[in-house]
């Protein structure tokens, strides 16, 4: 702590400091926090959902992130995922927008550096996010790397 005028004010310690204050703040957090804002997006209200469509992989999905490489111990170890969105064969996550091919892959997506690669298998969409070469990003998403797992909802 340093003392400024008029108050004192809290300055972490390097690094680890500012690591800490992060998981400090995730931690306080009502769940984890959202991957949908995290990577460039908007969340959903819990129990939000969108008609789900006869045909293709059209629909909102939900489920989590969670971290496989925490690259400077700074990463949420679980992210939520409430507006992973498909929608006339392209995925719409965060940042990502990306066309999913015949097979179902989604392949190199691409949003601020960011990758976000899966496949979908009926209603579950399994994937990762790799953060490790995302630009503008400070502190813990500098070198993350997340599993996704997906579940569509049917509304």
Known sequence: MKQARGGWW???AGRFGAAAV???VFACSSGPP???VLFGGSAVAGGASDAVSAGGFDGLYTGTADILVNGN???PLQLAVSNFRVQGGEVRFGGFRAPIAAD???A???FAGMTLNGHFAGTTFTGAVNTQAG???SGPLQTCLYTIKVQRTAG
């Open 135 to 137: 630009y503008g990003h």
């Open 34 to 36: 959202s991957a949908d």
């Open 10 to 12: 809290f300055r972490p």
């Open 104 to 106: 179902g892959s989604v």
């Open 108 to 110: 190199n997506a691409w």
């Open 22 to 24: 992060c998981l400090l």
């Open 73 to 75: 111990f700074g990463c």
